[in-house]
C-alpha cells in the first residue's frame, strides 16, 4: 500500500507473502487469503507512517487487472468501501500500465515517446509509449514470460521461488560456459518455451553422467540461464528502437532488477548513443507506489471509475 501527495510517494510498503516460496509459485488460494487477513493492518501502518489521518484522502486508487481473481476482489471490495466511506473518488489502474509508468516516478525520467520493456512474472512486452495513456503494443511474449522462464528454470535447478533474483546473485560468480538456444521468431514477439526445453533435457542429459552435475555447477548454470534470457530479450529491444527510431528506452517490472539485463542495456545503449532509465529498485517488483503514481494521474483528469467495477484478470493495457 502507498500514498501520494503532491506526486510524491510518501509511503510504498510491501507485503510479502512468504508462504509461496516453499511451494515452488503462487497459490492463488492462500494469495487472496493472506491479502484479506493483512489488508486493515496494512492500511493503518501505511496511514501512520505517511503520518496522515484518513480524512486528509482525496482519493483511492486501486489495481482493476490484470492478476489473479481472489486477490485482485480483495482489493477491489477494500478499495470499494474505503472511497465510499470516506465519500471520495474510486480510481481503477491497470497493473501494467503502473509498471511502464514505474519509469517516469523518479528523476532522470524519459522523454516521450519512449520504448518500454516490460518484463514481469506475468508479462514480457514491448511497448510504445506517447505520452501516459497513450500506447502502442508492439510485440510480446506468446507463452512464457521472462520472469517466468527465470523461475521455472530456477525450479529445475532446486532454487527457491521466485528463483529470478537468486539467479541474478549466483550469475555474479559464474560464467556463461553452457549454450542454449537464442530463439529468434519474426517481428517483437518472444518465445520462452524453447529455452526452457532445452534447459530441461541439458540438465536430464548431465545429470545421468553425473548426479552432483548442477550443485558443482550452480553458478555457471545460473550465468548461462541469465545470459540466454537477456539475449532473447536485447534483440527485440534492439529491433524496436532502430524500426521506430527512437532514442530513449524504459526497462520496467520485477526483472529490470536483473543486474545482467541493466549491464547489457547500459551496453547497447552505449554503442547506440540511446538513453536508458530504469525504476528505482523498489519500483521494480510490484508495489503500490506504481499504481498510485498513475491513479494520481488520473485524479487530476478526474476520471474516476464507476462504483460497479469488477476487476478483469486479464485486462490488456488499452492503445
Ligand atoms: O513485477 P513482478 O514483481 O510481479 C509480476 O507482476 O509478475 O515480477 C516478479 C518477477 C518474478 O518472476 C521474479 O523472479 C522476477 O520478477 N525478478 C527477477 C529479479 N527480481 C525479480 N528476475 C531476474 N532478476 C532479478 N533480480
Ligand atoms: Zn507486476
Known amino acids: ?18 508462504i509461496h516460496r516453499k511451494y515452488g509459485g503462487v497459490i492463488p488460494e492462500w494469495a487472496s487469503r493472506k491479502h484479506l487477513e493483512a489488508m486493515v493492518s496494512l492500511y493503518k501502518e501505511t496511514l501512520e507512517k505517511a503520518n496522515i489521518e484518513q480524512v486528509e484522502l482525496h482519493g483511492i486508487v486501486v489495481t482493476r487487472g490484470p492478476g489473479l481473481m481472489g486477490s485482485l ?16 473518488p474510486l480510481i481503477e489502474v491497470n497493473h501494467l ?5 514505474s519509469v517516469l516516478i523518479d528523476l532522470p525520467k524519459p522523454t516521450f515517446p519512449f520504448l518500454c520493456l516490460t518484463v514481469s512474472g506475468g508479462h514480457t512486452q514491448l511497448i510504445r509509449v506517447n505520452g501516459i495513456g497513450d500506447y502502442h503494443i508492439l510485440g510480446g511474449t506468446l507463452d512464457d514470460a521472462a520472469g517466468e522462464a ?31 538456444p537464442i530463439s529468434v521468431l519474426d517481428g517483437y514477439q518472444y518465445s520462452f518455451s524453447g529455452f526452457k526445453t532445452a ?7 548431465e545429470i545421468k553422467n553425473n548426479p552432483d552435475f548442477i550443485s558443482e555447477n ?54 547506440n ?18 499504481i498510485a503514481f498513475v491513479g ?21 493495457v488499452s492503445s
Open 150 to 180: 527465470f523461475d521455472k528454470t530456477g525450479k529445475m535447478l532446486g532454487l527457491d521461488y521466485p528463483a529470478g533474483p537468486i539467479i541474478d546473485q549466483l550469475a555474479q560468480k559464474g560464467i556463461a560456459r553452457f549454450k542454449f
Open 199 to 205: 534447459v530441461l533435457y541439458f540438465l536430464q542429459k
Open 296 to 316: 494520481y494521474q488520473k485524479y487530476l483528469a478526474s476520471q474516476f471509475a464507476d462504483e460497479n467495477i469488477m476487476p478483469l484478470p486479464r485486462m490488456p
Open 73 to 88: 476482489l480483495v482489493g477491489m471490495g477494500f478499495a470499494k468501501a474505503l472511497a465510499l466511506a470516506l465519500d471520495i
Open 97 to 101: 500500465e503502473a509498471h511502464l509508468c
Open 218 to 271: 550452480l553458478e555457471d548454470l545460473c550465468a548461462s540461464i541469465q545470459h540466454t534470457i537477456v539475449e532473447i530479450l536485447i534483440k527485440k529491444v534492439t529491433l524496436a528502437m532502430k524500426n521506430e527510431g527512437l532514442t530513449e528506452l524504459g526497462i520496467a517490472g520485477g526483472v529490470s532488477a536483473n543486474s545482467g539485463l541493466r549491464k547489457r542495456i547500459a551496453q547497447i545503449c552505449k554503442d
Open 273 to 290: 548513443e540511446w538513453k536508458s532509465y530504469f525504476p528505482a529498485m523498489q519500483y521494480c517488483t510490484d508495489n503500490a507506489a506504481m
Open 1 to 18: 500500500m502507498a500514498i501520494i501527495r503532491n506526486g510524491e510517494i510518501l509511503t510504498n510498503i510491501i507485503y510479502n507473502q512468504e
